[in-house]
T-cell receptor
Framework: IAGITQAPTSQILAAGRRMTLRCTQDMRHNAMYWYRQDLGLGLRLIHYSNTAGTTGKGEVPDGYSVSRANTDDFPLTLASAVPSQTSVYFC?????????FGSGTRLTVV | GENVEQHPSTLSVQEGDSAVIKCTYSDSASNYFPWYKQELGKGPQLIIDIRSNVGEKKDQRIAVTLNKTAKHFSLHITETQPEDSAVYFCAASGYNQGGKLIFGQGTELSVKP
């Protein structure tokens, strides 16, 4: 692993189903983030974690939850997916002000 | 909270021409302004950044300028090449955002050979 790994790379999900997007980093960065990318809206922050054991809400947290049990992993869970959650999801980490992004998960909710 | 506006949303230039992308921000306390490049199918990558104590920064063909009074900053790419084609995002952060980056809406740059 080098940097940030996201899984899966893409997923088609039935509405109402539960889904967890995985994110793992090997840089020992304290801070981690989840963004969603939608055309015309740029990157919007969903949730963040400044350090292991803590999490916070971003601009668009509704319908999503996160956990940070350790430094390396920061999973994002959709408890009951809705079509408006169709998007590309990016995980990022930072050891200072520079962010390192994963390659993204393309999620389609039908 | 901080709000970042980015223009234009799309930009098409001929190879060799210059490209300029502009961003404005709302929080006068923001002090860090990075630019990210996103190639197709990949995550954004940092290409250049500027801090509030500097007015301009250059790195080969790219440069960023910052006007703190007007609360705007710009990305300048000279001698554009086809491989510059990508989506570019500006962002801002500072103490009021807890160091978190607030991104603009993105600019899709197309460089035509």
């Amino acid at each position: 692993i080098a940097g940030i790994t996201q899984a899966p790379t893409s997923q088609i999900l039935a509405a109402g189903r539960r889904m967890t997007l995985r994110c793992t980093q090997d840089m020992r960065h304290n801070a981690m983030y989840w963004y969603r990318q939608d055309l015309g809206l740029g990157l919007r922050l969903i949730h963040y974690s400044n350090t292991a054991g803590t999490t916070g809400k971003g601009e668009v947290p509704d319908g999503y939850s996160v956990s940070r049990a350790n430094t390396d992993d920061f999973p994002l869970t959709l408890a009951s997916a809705v079509p408006s959650q169709t998007s590309v999801y990016f995980c990022a980490s930072s050891g200072g002000q520079t962010y390192t992004f994963g390659s993204g998960t393309r999620l389609t909710v039908v | 909270g901080e709000n970042v506006e980015q223009h234009p949303s799309t930009l098409s230039v001929q190879e060799g021409d210059s490209a300029v992308i502009k961003c404005t921000y709302s929080d006068s306390a923001s002090n860090y302004f990075p630019w990210y490049k996103q190639e197709l199918g990949k995550g954004p990558q940092l290409i250049i950044d500027i801090r509030s104590n500097v007015g301009e920064k250059k790195d080969q063909r790219i440069a960023v300028t910052l006007n703190k009074t007007a609360k705007h900053f710009s990305l300048h790419i000279t001698e554009t090449q086809p491989e510059d084609s990508a989506v570019y995002f500006c962002a801002a952060s500072g103490y009021n955002q807890g160091g978190k980056l607030i991104f603009g809406q993105g600019t899709e740059l197309s460089v035509k050979p």
